[in-house]
């Protein structure tokens, strides 16, 4: 488990995941938009997504508002489930 800035920790995890040839289970909860100064939080989100090697990717899940329709597909990840829990969702990405 890495746990905190996944912009920060990112490179870290795919390291650690390519030397103990393992895929990884990536849980994504970005601060909502709506908070001052995350206003682009989600486009960057999704950037960062597109980009992980899909040789280490077992599952992504995101948390998000659920008023905030995610696309159907993110890079190579398709859209496999979205589970609503009133103002938040998760988003499930294999």
Avoid at 8 to 37: C, N, V
Avoid at 40 to 60: A, H
Wanted: charged letters at 25%; proline letters at 5%; zero cysteines.
């Amino acid at each position: 488990v890495i746990a905190g800035d996944t912009f920060e920790t990112i490179t870290q995890a795919l390291a650690m995941l390519r030397t103990q040839h393992e895929k990884a289970y990536f849980f994504i909860h970005p601060p909502f938009s709506i908070r001052e100064g995350h206003e682009d939080i989600y486009d960057n989100m999704i950037s960062l997504i597109e980009r992980l090697p899909r040789e280490l990717v077992q599952l992504i899940t995101i948390e998000h508002m659920t008023a905030l329709e995610l696309p159907e597909s993110i890079g190579p990840y398709a859209l496999q489930k979205r589970k609503k829990f009133g103002k938040t969702s998760l988003s499930y990405y294999d």
